[in-house]
């Protein structure tokens, strides 16, 4: 199972980072660079545990996702309920801690794992998916860094603090 990682540092506490990371709508847009929509879904109204969420990705691939764990400032995890053909299994996780010497810095760490079909070409489909979701999300981290000093995105994550 090819696993991807990125990570960054960036100049706010852990709430704040774990407060923008989970910003949706225009927020969401001004720093995300993978989705061209995303919204929660069966009414809920914030991210939790359990929750499901709807992402169009830029090129107009369609993704259930359902929160599998939701701990904030430290940690948020996903896993793809529904998506794209090529995928048979698809998570990611994102972790949060503050940078030692730095407390008003933290330290995003996000990891994705995967699975591609059918069966037969999954070798090799896996091998290019890991280089485009690497380079996704690496995009997907650095627009994270820049919304983590967008004092737009910052007040719509201050507002939206779990």
């Known amino acids: 199972m090819p696993v991807v990682e990125s990570r960054v540092v960036v100049p706010v506490s852990p709430e704040v980072a774990f407060a923008v ?6 927020a969401r847009k001004r720093w995300d660079p993978f989705i061209r929509h995303q919204h929660l879904l069966g009414g809920a109204t914030g991210p939790a545990k359990g929750v499901r969420t709807l992402t169009v990705q830029r090129f107009g691939f369609r993704m259930e996702s359902e ?12 896993k793809m309920t529904k998506g794209s053909w090529f995928f048979e299994r698809m998570g990611g996780g994102w972790r949060f801690s503050a940078v030692e010497g730095d ?8 990891r994705y794992n995967f699975t591609c079909r059918p069966k037969w070409l999954a070798p090799l489909a896996e091998r ?16 994270f860094a820049r919304g ?13 603090r779990p």
């Not at 990371?21 to 225009?26: A, D, M």
């Not at 983590?148 to 939206?160: R, T």
């Open 128 to 143: 290019v998916g890991a280089v485009i979701l690497q380079r996704d999300i690496d995009r997907r981290i650095e627009g």
């Open 103 to 110: 407390p008003g810095s933290t330290l995003a760490i996000w």
């Open 148 to 160: 983590c000093a967008d004092p737009l995105v910052l007040a719509a994550a201050v507002l939206a």
């Open 67 to 78: 929160y599998v764990s939701y701990a904030p400032p430290t940690n948020v995890g996903m």
């Open 21 to 26: 990371s989970q910003t949706q709508g225009e």
